[in-house]
């Protein structure tokens, strides 16, 4: 596994990267839509992508 | 004060503190610390402070606007070094400057203080750090001090550099008009420039190099200084930044060539690249950025299109709102990233036209952009999001309330701390002066003490904390490969900005008494 990791550190970086800017927009929508399901799922993604950065950053 | 008080006190500073020992006594990167701040951040906010999955996702989304327009000019930056490092440039303008100039505190002074400081003037959100940086590794200084030196050498330079943006945000958010905050910003902020000066020395070499420069430190930052206070009082405070540094520039390569700082014989060593040349891509910067900024019809040309969100009114569970209003707006073709970006492809035209690359150069250069890019915004993304939580939650608030209850009659004195505390937080001035700029007002007040002289002490404080921002010292390590290990540079630059804050907030406390 953490051959895996540092095999594809850049790629798997870019990918948090693309993710981190990209859930809020996800929230943001969810939060003008009034989904609180919508909010939760994205809020429980960027839970998950923000455990990564701190294994992994 | 209640014990309540006390112990939200401490849930509120929990994830600062979480950063601050995570990345200088564990050596964390600022990507992992930030994000375990963030965690942090959230736990607190959701325990404590009343936050509910919507006011997470609406601060999600500010902190993202905020990020991106930091991102902007850090991509753009990093492009703008590594197609001029390509070409063996930054090596010819170290080999450059060393003959023009063989002390090492001159060399400083010029590139940690001035010039970083005129960058800051035209550009700011770390561009000044993320260009000097690799100039000083260039001329042999260690990566450490080379970030250091100009993180603090521009701090100084933040509240009237950027066309004035921190002051206006100052002026917009209380309501008062330059003739009122100008002197006393300037004056504290011109004291503040000596003391950079003075620090930038000393990180390097000490008290012993402080004694070789302090001829030079007086002239210099009596020129900077006193071009600041000239432009900022009359009504010209949008190029207090720019002028005092290009003043300073002058003043310094005047400096250069006395006696006192000739003694050791300039370096014979040759490069290929003329300096000239090197130093193309920087002039071709200043270009672009000068027009983009300065000229009203390019600027009005290139502001046309802006991304930007309006937000609703935000209430916690524990009743804290946040207004509604507008986040922060990105424009896309006038934006400083975008000059930049301009002064990044022509350089590599001009470059490109003279042969300077080798094959395969355009896929070398982006590489290695992406590669100290990623990590660097990782880091900014999630520190910025967890300050955007923290805002939302009334946590920032109370940080600030609880220091000045502690602190009541001698509240001037912490003044520049709670500006110092909002741009660490979010490593910008700008915002420092939104957080806290009505707060502070409000406080003098209540005091009965000169408003115009604790907004300039939160300014001020908010100038100074661009250099222990870990936002910043982000950017300039991803340009030097300290990606990952920016705990010695903060730790660095955390006592200069703690030992300078402390002294313009004993001035503060000193001035109120004599008012």
Not at chain 2, 2 to 29: D, Q
Not at chain 2, 76 to 86: F, I, K, S
Not at chain 2, 195 to 209: A, D, E
Not at chain 2, 318 to 327: D, H, S
């Amino acid at each position: 596994m953490n051959e895996f990791f540092k095999k594809y550190s850049v790629q798997l970086k870019s990918m948090a990267l693309i993710l981190m800017l990209a859930i809020p927009f996800f929230l943001f929508q969810g939060a003008v839509q009034d989904s609180l399901f919508q909010v939760n799922l994205f809020l429980g993604l960027m839970m998950a992508n923000m455990l990564f950065v701190m294994a992994k950053g | 004060m209640t014990a309540l008080f006390v112990a939200k006190w401490m849930a509120a500073f929990s994830p600062i503190l979480t950063v601050l020992v995570l990345m200088i006594f564990k050596n964390w990167s600022g990507s992992r610390a930030g994000a375990a701040g963030w965690f942090v951040a959230l736990i607190a906010a959701s325990l404590f402070f009343g936050a509910h999955p919507k006011l997470l996702a609406y601060s999600q989304m500010k902190g993202i606007l905020l990020s991106l327009n930091v991102l902007y000019i850090i991509w753009a930056a990093l492009l703008l070094y590594h197609v001029v490092n390509e070409t063996g440039a930054i090596k010819a303008i170290g080999i450059g400057i060393e003959r023009f100039s063989a002390d090492k505190s001159i060399q400083i002074l010029i590139f940690g203080w001035i010039f970083a400081s005129f960058l800051q003037g035209v550009a700011g959100y770390g561009v000044p750090i993320a260009v000097v940086a690799p100039l000083l590794v260039s001329l042999g200084f260690s990566p450490v001090v080379a970030v250091a030196v100009p993180a603090i050498g521009h701090s100084w330079s933040v509240t009237f550099g950027s066309m004035g943006a921190s002051f206006q945000t100052l002026m917009a958010v209380t309501g008062y008009g330059y003739a009122y905050l100008a002197p006393w910003s300037a004056a504290l902020l011109g004291i503040a420039a000596f003391l950079c000066g003075i620090c930038c020395i000393h990180v390097y070499g000490g008290w012993k190099m402080v004694r070789h420069s302090y001829l030079a430190i007086l002239i210099i930052g009596t020129a900077m200084a006193g071009t600041q206070y000239i432009l900022a009082v009359s009504g010209m405070w949008t190029l207090g930044g720019f002028g005092a540094s290009l003043v300073g520039l002058l003043s310094g390569l005047a400096v250069a060539k006395l006696k006192r700082y000739n003694q050791t014989s300039p370096s014979q060593a040759t490069s290929q690249m003329g300096l000239a040349w090197a130093l193309s891509a920087y002039f071709i910067l200043i270009v672009i950025v000068s027009a983009g900024v300065m000229i009203p019809w390019v600027k009005e040309f290139l502001g046309q299109v802006k991304l930007s969100f309006s937000f609703p009114q935000i209430v916690s569970l524990n009743g804290w709102v946040v207004a509604a209003g507008k986040g922060k707006a990105i424009n896309i073709f006038g934006h400083g990233g975008a000059l930049l970006l301009y002064s990044s492809i022509i350089s590599f035209l001009v470059y490109q036209a003279r042969g300077y690359y080798r094959p395969k150069a355009v896929k070398t250069i982006l590489q290695k952009t992406i590669q100290s890019g990623v990590p660097t915004s990782l880091g900014i993304v999630s520190m910025v999001c967890f300050a955007m939580i923290m805002d939302h939650c009334q946590m920032i608030y109370i940080l600030a309330e609880g220091i000045s209850r502690v602190f009541g009659s001698v509240y001037p004195l912490i003044a520049p701390w709670i500006g110092l505390l909002g741009a660490f937080m979010t490593g910008s001035n700008t915002n420092s002066n939104v957080v806290f700029g009505v707060l502070q007002q409000e406080t003098a007040q209540l005091a009965g003490l000169s408003a115009a002289l604790i907004l300039a002490a939160q300014t001020t404080g908010g100038a100074l904390g661009s250099m222990i921002a870990p936002a910043k010292i982000l950017v300039g390590c991803s340009t030097v490969g300290l990606s990952g290990r920016e705990g010695p540079v903060l730790k660095a630059t955390l006592w200069y900005g703690l030992i300078i804050t402390g002294f313009i907030g004993m001035l503060t406390l000193v001035f109120s008494f004599m008012m």
